[in-house]
């Protein structure tokens, strides 16, 4: 039975193959917090960026469409955002996190040792009411991901701040899902925090052809917490 997402993944893979044979790409995989990311390479000016997000998709849709949206391609990194909408449909912390092991499982099995970054859950106006539902599924994550060396755990929003729900508003306009654009340069600032951290160890991108100051950048704002093998 065909899959709800197939006619979009096909759209996807037009799009998509002529990068097919650019090396060293950072993969963008997940929902539509990526799949409305359509300037990401603004944030990214020098970095070679992939942005495979689609529809409302969930983990266990990332896993399901894995070897042609991400494998396919031969990433030298990979970020994925999702599980939101798994807890929106009634999924327990629990099943997010098995379900994000199995999606490691077949990186691992497929690609090896790519780096992989999780990006937490990000807490919306219109999920409110699932707020501690998803500090517990962002919290059993980052403690999974810990000390791998392959895995790192990219977290939106400082400590202190998970508390005010001044934290999460500012980040969304009309929309109450997803984020303005205060909210994608915070989302920017973070994974470029983790990319730099990835350059540093000896990863090396793709260079774009551009060469400008990154979105993300064009107003300060918060920094990020970052947990990968050496915390």
């Not at 090396?23 to 997940?30: D, Q, Y």
């Not at 791998?148 to 306009?173: H, K, Q, W």
Request: with cysteine; aromatic share 10%; net charge negative.
């Amino acid at each position: 039975m065909p899959s709800c997402f197939d006619a979009e993944v096909d759209a996807l893979r037009l799009r998509s193959d002529a990068a097919a044979e650019r090396e060293s790409l950072v993969l963008f995989c997940g929902s539509s917090s990526f799949t409305l990311w359509t300037d990401i390479e603004r944030y990214f000016p020098e970095i070679a960026v992939l942005n495979h997000g689609f529809g409302g998709s969930t983990l266990e849709d990332c896993l399901e469409y894995f070897d042609r949206l991400v494998a396919a391609f031969s990433p030298r990194a990979i970020v994925l955002y999702a599980g939101d909408n798994d807890l929106a449909n009634g999924a327990t912390p629990e099943r997010v996190l098995r379900h994000l092991e199995d999606f490691i499982t077949r990186k691992r099995q497929t690609i090896g040792a790519v780096p992989l970054a999780y990006v937490s859950i990000k807490v919306s106006p219109a999920r409110f009411n699932l707020m501690h539902r998803i500090g517990y599924t962002n919290l059993i994550i980052e403690r999974r991901l810990r000390g791998e060396a392959d895995l790192a755990f990219v977290d939106l929003y400082p400590p202190d701040d998970r508390s005010r729900l001044a934290c999460f508003l500012r980040y969304y306009s009309t929309d109450p899902l997803h984020m303005n654009r205060e909210g994608y340069r915070l989302l920017g600032r973070c994974i470029s925090e983790y990319l730099d951290t990835l350059a540093a160890s000896g990863t090396q991108f793709s260079r774009a052809k551009a060469c400008t100051v990154p979105a993300w950048a064009e107003e300060d704002g918060d920094r990020c917490a970052i947990s990968t093998s050496d915390d």
